[in-house]
């Protein structure tokens, strides 16, 4: 095992590797099909060393998924904050970011993160957050011309969140994946 002049900075160095690691391989495998035992391999750590710095599997998929929202979240600040971008480009922006977010993901991995409580319980209080701020950013778009004023966007956003559901529950994915 490698260590620098600063344990600190080696240990938080450290911890992203593990995130990264790990999460690519959950995303790969399935997060039941991931071993802590194998992410310690990859990165040729000690176990005990990984167990030091995540106590277990489920907070090791927490961290990640937070670290993977706060990337996310400043590519799309970043690029909505450009005020030469519209709204339509914005959304666009957005939408091709998931798409690209979900081209490589084993469908396994949605299917086991539900087996996780406190990950569920994070995914549901960040997915209400994100459809207030969808909602808000619509209404911004019909305030600016860009969308028409008799559109109940709060329906659009809950149709488009059961219809989400019904594809991952029916595993629809594999027919067009």
């Known amino acids: 095992m490698r260590t620098s002049a600063n344990p600190t900075i080696y ?17 790969r495998k399935g997060v039941r099909s991931v071993k802590m035992d194998d992410i310690a391999r990859i990165l040729s750590i ?10 277990d ?8 998924i937070r670290m993977e929202d706060e990337q996310r979240n400043e590519a799309v600040s970043s690029f909505a904050n450009d005020k ?15 798409i690209k977010g979900l081209a490589n993901v084993n469908p396994v991995f949605y299917e086991d993160v539900k087996k996780f409580k406190v990950v569920r ?7 209400i957050q994100h459809q207030q701020r969808g909602v808000m950013f619509l209404k911004k778009g019909m ?9 109940d966007f709060e329906l659009i956003s809950q149709l488009a969140e059961k219809l989400s559901e019904f ?6 994915y594999n027919q067009y994946g």
């Open 143 to 151: 305030e600016d011309g860009y969308f028409r004023e008799d559109v």
């Open 11 to 27: 240990r938080r160095e450290l911890k992203g590797r593990i995130l990264e690691v790990a999460m690519r391989e959950f995303k």
């Open 57 to 64: 599997k489920q907070e090791l998929l927490l961290e990640g």
């Open 84 to 98: 030469s971008m519209g709204a339509i480009d914005i959304i666009m922006e957005f939408y091709r970011m998931q």
């Open 167 to 172: 594809v991952m529950e029916s595993r629809m």
């Open 46 to 55: 000690s176990k005990r060393t990984l167990y030091e710095i995540y106590s």
């Open 121 to 127: 319980d994070y995914l549901r209080e960040r997915h």
